[in-house]
């Protein structure tokens, strides 16, 4: 949302469709529930079009909770124009789509081991089965399979998947591996497998004698007899046989895999290699879509396969095959929609050839510019260079049917691209595409085979997202125009989950369609985690809730806690309530309070001027104040940084610099020009400071309202009364989102003026620390301070600004050195305990002791060489600490200073304040107590009121502190901006605000505040 109204704000035209995914397994996983569905023969007996029309009925259940929360977080999009899935001009599109591929021959009917999920009784593609993987415990065997040649050597192998053991054809292992012969000591058996793997089997070689040793390809072609007699025929066929594979490795098991050819993969393709399996040949694969064995399996027929594992074991134990049983903890992948576990089986599918058009894939990614780019180069480029075939076809009932009409034989298919092309064939015009409407549709052959009909797949519904860019558009049967000159899309963002989901499957229709990438821009999201770390969960309850975050907090507060966050640079963030919280107190209340300072003060400098502030950009050049000038060049520099960053799509980088600016502007520029603002200094300058302060409220309010849409609007309603209407006359000054981002004022960016205020900051902040270190308030003048720095540049800056450094420090003078000897400074140096000691080890303690031994010689060879021999070993400068220290003995005129530096400015401060100087920070409590009594008392500025000043006592500390009082009566008076009166106000002649007494150092005062001005 904030890069789509960045983008309009800047001029560009923004599509805002919402669109909605319809299809696929999380509604029929839904449905199935709710209609206690089984498998395919509950849908076959309920009817195809009966079943589709409940999933219709839910499939927008949550659409009304969707736009709440979509517009209550300020998401600007159109939900009346919106897309659908199963629109049957979208689906159309995917029809149109699919054809684009069959036509360049990137289509075809394959028998795959495939991801399967029998909970909705379907495939899934190879990504799918990739997103949510869980440790579970599942039983681990160790059976036995006595070979032909001699029925007493056996060969052992090792599963987790007790249920794949009935299918077994055959037993691979690896040729290089060395593999022995060995004799178990409890059992007298004589059993082969892998060397390094007899750990699985055995605590110590106590527990068995070695017979023999040699490699794995000694073993290839031995036969062995079968574990369960339900394939036995297949023996005939070159079935029970050792083979060798690569793909057999040394770090689990026995170094024996037991090979069950139909549901895993490799085994799958060493089988074929070595034909225990043919194409074409006998599909050894009992199980049925739901996950049961089928009769093929007598002892175990109607069973769930995971189940079986347990009266499997039973059986092996029984047939004295179980050579050993365990539980191993191990990480499986579950189906994303129904949460069960998924198996490996043989499916017939469709496929789309993928590993055709990976270079083609590789080259246009290339194309493409990602945040964080490292999700581009690593992860994404990594799946892609080992994409595999898509296993597009789902044997399923609610999503896009596949547009394949084909014979009885499979031998003539026909694909189709449209509802006119279907018309044109089969003379049936249709106006809805789901299955009920077309599975009745056929075409007559061309080659005398009769009819052809559909076939029953529907498509993955990764294929329908994929296809989002054509079928939003109804392309190309409308809006082609429109399409082709917007594609590719400037900008899509999505979770980094979707390197293997929506971005995939984008990029390959794309680059099969039109050999381009669909996109060219792409932010990666990480994922939002609970504050534990864990996934969030309604069952834990380990999140706060939503609605109250956005209620307590507002949406903006929540935009930009996410926005700052690991999570835009596809990283994961652990959701922290107090992190949003601290968003309002960084950036919305000095914003807040700038805006507010603002307005009061615009309606005093309108009472006062008996004129109406008035702002008009196109005529408004700067000021002639140096503070003017640094805040207007900071805000410039902002924008420009904004752009930039904004531009590059580096969306966490603008918040930081958001709330630095909040600081400058409310703690440096309002804090300093306080005065001038509040028009006690003259007319013409506060309004010069009022017409800035607007200036850099409304250039950041328009800047910032793509991040904060509801915040900046508010701003915006109460700022707009103030613009001029002839600068504003051709914009629609209605909402601040009808405005554009102003453009950069490139001649109000002032680089040197930026340069001296931030070492101005250094030096005052420096100051402030040594006062701190000293408990020294700032309310007591001190006599001098030093600026110590080796370039005449940063002096001058320094120079140029000196009276802000001086009254912000409540200094009396300031030095400027180039000389640190001459006050008697000199550097330390201090190791770096954590590091160094970690590395060092027994060395650290003399190293440590010669570090701090270091002279001002040795560590200004250690700045500039960033490293140093010390005993022997080498330390570099990021391993000590260096200090600037002040020799106590050295003094310059019998004067004490304190020093402090960032390692670029060196600081001074003489911590000896004269009488006078103690003095006047007494005037200044004074000035403290009567603002409190004034607070609390709810009087603002404009109530005119007298203070009244005596002593609670009359002891001689108290009496002298009343002639201090009156010694600095002009200073308080002018602070206060009311009269101060030594004595007491009687209550029969005046109307007493507050009367207390105040205690100030070791003094104690009563303080008077009467209402009005008294003689």
């Known amino acids: 949302d904030i890069v789509t109204r960045f983008a309009h704000q800047n001029g560009y035209h923004v599509i805002r469709r919402f669109g909605w995914d319809c299809h696929g397994l999380p509604?029929?996983?839904?449905?199935?529930?709710?209609?206690?569905?089984?498998?395919?023969?509950?849908?076959?007996?309920?009817?195809?079009?009966?079943?589709?029309?409940?999933?219709?009925?839910?499939?927008?259940?949550?659409?009304?909770?969707?736009?709440?929360?979509?517009?209550?977080?300020?998401?600007?999009?159109?939900?009346?124009?919106?897309?659908?899935?199963?629109?049957?001009?979208?689906?159309?599109?995917?029809?149109?789509?699919?054809?684009?591929?069959?036509?360049?021959?990137?289509?075809?009917?394959?028998?795959?081991?495939?991801?399967?999920?029998?909970?909705?009784?379907?495939?899934?593609?190879?990504?799918?089965?990739?997103?949510?993987?869980?440790?579970?415990?599942?039983?681990?065997?160790?059976?036995?399979?006595?070979?032909?040649?001699?029925?007493?050597?056996?060969?052992?192998?090792?599963?987790?998947?007790?249920?794949t053991l009935p299918s077994n054809l055959a037993l691979c292992v690896n040729a290089k591996f060395d593999y022995v012969k060995v004799r178990d000591h409890a059992t007298d058996n004589v059993y082969i497998m892998m060397e390094a793997r007899l750990s699985t089997l055995y605590k110590s070689d106590k527990e068995y004698t070695l017979l023999e040793k040699f490699t794995g390809d000694t073993l290839q072609g031995k036969t062995y007899k079968p574990l369960f007699p339900y394939f036995e025929s297949m023996k005939e066929q070159g079935a029970f046989v050792i083979y060798c594979d690569d793909y057999v490795t040394d770090d689990s098991g026995t170094g024996v895999v037991h090979q069950a050819p139909f549901f895993g993969e490799d085994d799958y393709r060493a089988a074929l290699k070595f034909g225990v399996i043919k194409k074409g040949g006998k599909i050894v694969c009992p199980v049925d879509p739901s996950g049961k064995f089928t009769k093929e399996v007598s002892d175990f027929a109607g069973l769930y396969v995971k189940d079986a594992d347990k009266s499997i074991i039973k059986k092996l134990k029984e047939l004295g095959r179980l050579v050993h049983q365990s539980v191993c903890k191990h990480s499986y992948p579950f189906c994303w929609r129904s949460d069960t576990p998924l198996i490996y089986k043989a499916v017939p599918s469709w496929f789309i050839r993928v590993e055709d058009i990976v270079d083609d894939?590789?080259?246009?990614?290339?194309?493409?510019?990602?945040?964080?780019?490292?999700?581009?180069?690593?992860?994404?480029?990594?799946?892609?260079?080992?994409?595999?075939?898509?296993?597009?076809?789902?044997?399923?009932?609610?999503?896009?049917?596949?547009?394949?009409?084909?014979?009885?034989?499979?031998?003539?298919?026909v694909c189709i691209g449209s509802i006119d092309e279907l018309e044109k064939l089969s003379g049936v015009r249709i106006t809805d595409l789901h299955r009920e409407n077309v599975d009745g549709i056929t075409i007559p052959s061309k080659t005398g085979k009769g009819v052809l009909r559909r076939i029953s797949e529907v498509f993955d519904c990764w294929f329908e997202s994929g296809s989002m860019p054509y079928a939003q558009n109804h392309y190309p049967f409308e809006n082609k125009d429109d399409f082709e000159s917007c594609f590719p899309a400037d900008f899509i963002a999505e979770g980094i989950d979707q390197t293997r989901g929506w971005f995939y499957t984008l990029l390959v229709l794309s680059v099969a369609l039109f050999d381009k990438p669909p996109y060219k821009n792409l932010i990666v999201n990480g994922l939002v985690l609970a504050a534990d770390g864990r996934k969030m969960s309604k069952r834990l309850k380990n999140y706060p809730n939503p609605d109250l975050i956005v209620s307590n907090y507002g949406a903006d507060a929540l935009r930009l806690y996410l926005i700052n966050s690991p999570v835009v640079r596809g990283e994961t963030l652990k959701f922290q309530e107090r992190g949003v919280k601290d968003v309002i107190k960084d950036v919305f209340l000095p914003w807040l309070n700038a805006f507010r300072f603002l307005t009061?003060?615009?309606?005093?400098?309108?009472?006062?001027?008996?004129?109406?502030?008035?702002?008009?950009?196109?005529?408004?050049?700067?000021?002639?104040?140096?503070?003017?000038?640094?805040?207007l060049s900071f805000t410039q520099s902002l924008n420009l940084f904004v752009r930039k960053e904004m531009k590059a799509y580096r969306l966490?980088?603008?918040?930081?610099?958001?709330?630095?600016?909040?600081?400058?502007?409310?703690?440096?520029?309002?804090?300093?020009?306080?005065?001038?603002?509040?028009?006690?200094?003259?007319?013409?300058?506060?309004?010069?400071?009022?017409?800035?302060?607007?200036?850099?409220?409304?250039?950041?309010?328009?800047?910032?309202?793509?991040?904060?849409?509801?915040?900046?609007?508010?701003?915006?309603?109460?700022?707009?009364?103030?613009?001029?209407?002839?600068?504003?006359?051709?914009?629609?000054?209605?909402?601040?989102?009808?405005?554009?981002?102003?453009?950069?004022?490139?001649?109000?960016?002032?680089?040197?003026?930026?340069?001296?205020?931030?070492?101005?900051q250094s030096v005052i902040e420096l100051g402030r620390i040594i006062r701190d270190r000293k408990a020294l308030p700032i309310k007591y003048p001190l006599p001098e301070l030093v600026v110590i720095h080796k370039e005449k540049q940063y002096l001058?800056?320094?120079?140029?600004?000196?009276?802000?450094?001086?009254?912000?420090?409540?200094?009396?003078?300031?030095?400027?050195?180039?000389?640190?000897?001459?006050?008697?400074?000199?550097?330390?140096?201090?190791?770096?305990?954590?590091?160094?000691?970690?590395?060092?080890?027994?060395?650290?303690?003399?190293?440590?002791?010669?570090?701090?031994?270091?002279?001002?010689?040795?560590?200004?060879?250690?700045?500039?060489?960033?490293?140093?021999?010390?005993?022997?070993?080498?330390?570099?400068?990021?391993?000590?600490?260096?200090?600037?220290?002040?020799?106590?003995?050295?003094?310059?005129?019998?004067?004490?200073?304190?020093?402090?530096?960032?390692?670029?400015?060196?600081?001074?401060?003489?911590?000896?304040?004269?009488?006078?100087?103690?003095?006047?920070?007494?005037?200044?409590?004074?000035?403290?107590?009567?603002?409190?009594?004034?607070?609390?008392?709810?009087?603002?500025?404009?109530?005119?009121?007298?203070?009244?000043?005596?002593?609670?006592?009359?002891?001689?500390?108290?009496?002298?502190?009343?002639?201090?009082?009156?010694?600095?009566?002009?200073?308080?008076?002018?602070?206060?901006?009311?009269?101060?009166?030594?004595?007491s106000a009687r209550s029969e002649d005046n109307i007493i605000i507050q009367d207390a007494a105040v205690k100030i150092k070791d003094y104690t005062i009563q303080l008077q505040i009467v209402k009005g001005h008294t003689n």
């Not at 009304?64 to 600007?76: A, D, P």
């Not at 510019?369 to 296993?391: G, I, M, Q, S």
Request: with cysteine.
């Open 361 to 413: 894939l590789l080259k246009n990614n290339a194309k493409c510019y990602w945040v964080p780019e490292f999700v581009k180069e690593k992860r994404f480029y990594n799946w892609l260079k080992n994409a595999c075939d898509w296993n597009f076809s789902r044997n399923r009932y609610w999503g896009t049917p596949i547009p394949l009409w084909v014979s009885e034989d499979m031998e003539e298919v």
């Open 652 to 760: 966490y980088t603008v918040i930081p610099r958001l709330v630095r600016y909040f600081d400058q502007l409310t703690n440096w520029y309002i804090r300093f020009n306080r005065k001038r603002i509040k028009g006690e200094v003259d007319q013409s300058s506060c309004h010069a400071a009022l017409q800035t302060l607007y200036s850099v409220l409304y250039t950041i309010n328009r800047l910032m309202a793509s991040f904060t849409p509801f915040f900046t609007e508010y701003i915006h309603q109460n700022m707009r009364r103030w613009l001029a209407s002839e600068s504003v006359k051709d914009v629609n000054t209605d909402s601040v989102h009808f405005l554009m981002i102003p453009e950069v004022k490139e001649q109000l960016i002032d680089h040197e003026i930026e340069r001296s205020v931030a070492r101005m």
């Open 796 to 983: 001058d800056d320094v120079t140029s600004l000196q009276d802000y450094i001086l009254e912000e420090l409540n200094v009396r003078e300031l030095v400027l050195s180039s000389e640190k000897e001459k006050y008697g400074i000199r550097l330390r140096a201090e190791p770096d305990n954590q590091t160094l000691g970690k590395r060092l080890k027994g060395s650290f303690k003399a190293v440590s002791a010669a570090i701090k031994e270091f002279t001002d010689e040795d560590i200004n060879e250690l700045q500039k060489k960033k490293e140093l021999s010390v005993c022997g070993n080498v330390v570099t400068i990021d391993e000590i600490k260096v200090t600037y220290t002040v020799d106590k003995e050295h003094k310059v005129n019998e004067t004490a200073y304190e020093a402090h530096s960032d390692n670029d400015v060196l600081v001074l401060i003489n911590v000896t304040p004269d009488e006078a100087m103690l003095n006047e920070g007494l005037a200044r409590e004074v000035v403290n107590r009567v603002q409190k009594l004034r607070k609390k008392a709810a009087l603002q500025p404009s109530n005119d009121v007298t203070v009244f000043y005596g002593a609670s006592n009359t002891s001689e500390g108290n009496v002298g502190f009343l002639k201090i009082i009156t010694e600095y009566k002009d200073y308080i008076e002018n602070a206060i901006k009311q009269p101060i009166m030594q004595g």
């Open 600 to 631: 009061q003060n615009i309606k005093q400098w309108e009472m006062t001027s008996n004129g109406k502030f008035v702002f008009n950009e196109s005529t408004f050049n700067g000021s002639q104040n140096s503070k003017d000038k640094w805040i």
């Open 27 to 163: 509604i029929e996983y839904e449905i199935d529930k709710q209609l206690g569905i089984k498998g395919p023969e509950d849908v076959q007996k309920l009817g195809i079009k009966a079943y589709n029309d409940e999933c219709r009925k839910i499939v927008m259940r949550y659409s009304g909770e969707w736009q709440t929360v979509v517009s209550r977080l300020g998401r600007w999009i159109d939900f009346e124009y919106d897309y659908k899935t199963l629109y049957p001009w979208y689906m159309e599109s995917i029809w149109w789509v699919f054809k684009q591929l069959y036509s360049k021959g990137l289509v075809y009917h394959g028998y795959k081991v495939m991801p399967f999920s029998t909970a909705c009784n379907t495939p899934l593609s190879n990504f799918e089965s990739g997103q949510n993987y869980k440790d579970v415990n599942d039983p681990a065997v160790i059976a036995s399979f006595p070979l032909d040649e001699d029925p007493n050597v056996k060969m052992i192998a090792w599963t987790t998947t007790p249920w």
